[in-house]
């Protein structure tokens, strides 16, 4: 999918609506202004579209032949590649029902009919001026290493970035189905940390494929909504270091780092070249010199020593 967002110009407007006289007034208003203009018909039509270009914006008419506006704006809402793409609803001053319900398929602002071409470069200017900002935001952040998510009181997730969306993929594994929802071990700790007021919030800290993710929550201001900044990098282990900090035999120590890459003892002994149970035996004294029970336990205690 190809951008024709432009940091510096106005930008590019999809408009989608059936009638060919309001196609022509938003047209002509908006390329007067210095926007680029894409035109769709219908749902369908834009839908299609939207596979080969991404518009800054998207005017969307609510009622249509075929595919309406409404299924159109949930159907690019559960798109992660159209997801944050504006959405402004086109609707007549007295459809307050439809109104409602295009807000509630994740438009952010509406324009009435019929229009007036101040107000319709205002508000498009206004949600453009957001959208960039959050831009500006989400590469700041990813600079930082860190990716952003937003979620509600119950831990469903109400935004994310990118990249954000990449690390939960990669955390939930092969599993499907995850939009909206965190994996199970950030959403329990998300759920604990906003019950909890302590002073010094619980970092949250995940093993996944020997990649470390770690997670800490806050409340955004006046929205109801917790922020949450995702890092990971590589836990890679310094064998000798940790060998001689924790009194492990250079075997053993091996065994813990497969471990902690979710290799199970049959993996291990097949990349040791030993058998399952020389494996487990290896783990029984990693257990005892450890002072634990479990496997996760003995690689968390690891992880803690070398900062990881």
Same mark, same amino acid.
């Given at each position: 999918?190809s951008s024709?967002?432009?940091?510096n110009g106005p930008?590019? /407007?999809m &408009?989608?609506? +059936?009638a060919?006289g309001? %196609?022509a007034l $938003?047209s002509? #208003?908006l390329?007067?202004?210095?926007?680029? /203009?894409? &035109?769709a018909? +219908?749902?369908?039509?834009? %839908?299609?579209? $939207?596979?080969? #270009?991404t518009p800054?914006i998207?005017?969307?008419?609510? &009622?249509m032949?075929?595919?309406d506006?409404?299924?159109t704006?949930r159907r690019?809402?559960?798109n992660?590649?159209?997801r944050?793409?504006p &959405?402004l609803?086109?609707?007549?001053?007295?459809d307050?029902d439809n109104l409602?319900r295009?807000?509630?398929e994740?438009a952010v602002?509406?324009?009435?009919?019929?229009?007036?071409n101040?107000?319709?470069?205002?508000?498009?200017?206004?949600?453009?001026?957001?959208a960039?900002?959050?831009?500006r935001a989400?590469q700041?952040?990813?600079?930082g290493?860190f990716?952003?998510l937003?979620?509600d009181a119950?831990?469903?997730?109400?935004?994310?970035?990118a990249?954000a969306?990449?690390?939960?993929?990669?955390?939930?594994?092969?599993?499907d189905g995850l939009a909206?929802v965190?994996?199970?071990?950030?959403h329990?700790?998300a759920?604990r940390?906003?019950?909890?007021?302590?002073?010094?919030?619980e970092?949250?800290?995940l093993?996944?494929d020997?990649?470390?993710y770690?997670?800490a929550?806050a409340?955004?201001q006046n929205?109801?909504e917790?922020?949450?900044l995702?890092?990971?990098r590589?836990?890679?282990?310094?064998i000798?270091?940790?060998r001689?900090?924790?009194g492990?035999?250079f075997k053993?120590?091996e065994?813990?780092m497969?471990?902690?890459?979710?290799?199970?003892?049959?993996d291990?002994g097949?990349i040791?070249?030993c058998s399952p149970r020389?494996?487990?035996k290896?783990?029984?004294h990693i257990?005892?010199?450890l002072g634990v029970?479990?496997?996760s336990a003995?690689v968390a205690?690891?992880?803690e020593?070398?900062?990881g």
């Amino acid at each position: 999918m190809s951008s024709f967002s432009s940091a510096n110009g106005p930008g590019t /407007v999809m &408009i989608v609506d +059936d009638a060919p006289g309001n %196609l022509a007034l $938003l047209s002509d #208003a908006l390329q007067e202004a210095g926007y680029r /203009v894409l &035109i769709a018909t +219908d749902g369908i039509s834009a %839908l299609e579209q $939207l596979a080969y #270009a991404t518009p800054d914006i998207i005017l969307l008419d609510g &009622i249509m032949p075929g595919m309406d506006g409404f299924e159109t704006c949930r159907r690019l809402k559960l798109n992660p590649a159209t997801r944050r793409i504006p &959405i402004l609803f086109m609707t007549a001053l007295s459809d307050l029902d439809n109104l409602l319900r295009g807000f509630n398929e994740g438009a952010v602002d509406y324009i009435v009919k019929p229009f007036r071409n101040e107000e319709v470069l205002a508000r498009v200017g206004a949600q453009l001026t957001q959208a960039r900002a959050a831009q500006r935001a989400e590469q700041a952040l990813s600079q930082g290493g860190f990716a952003a998510l937003a979620v509600d009181a119950n831990a469903g997730i109400t935004w994310l970035t990118a990249e954000a969306a990449q690390y939960l993929h990669d955390l939930a594994g092969d599993r499907d189905g995850l939009a909206g929802v965190l994996p199970a071990p950030l959403h329990d700790w998300a759920r604990r940390e906003m019950r909890c007021d302590a002073a010094a919030p619980e970092i949250c800290t995940l093993l996944r494929d020997g990649v470390r993710y770690s997670a800490a929550i806050a409340p955004c201001q006046n929205s109801g909504e917790y922020l949450v900044l995702l890092q990971r990098r590589s836990a890679d282990w310094d064998i000798d270091a940790v060998r001689g900090s924790l009194g492990l035999t250079f075997k053993e120590t091996e065994v813990l780092m497969w471990i902690s890459r979710g290799k199970t003892n049959r993996d291990i002994g097949l990349i040791l070249g030993c058998s399952p149970r020389t494996v487990n035996k290896h783990l029984e004294h990693i257990f005892e010199k450890l002072g634990v029970e479990t496997r996760s336990a003995a690689v968390a205690v690891v992880m803690e020593r070398i900062g990881g």
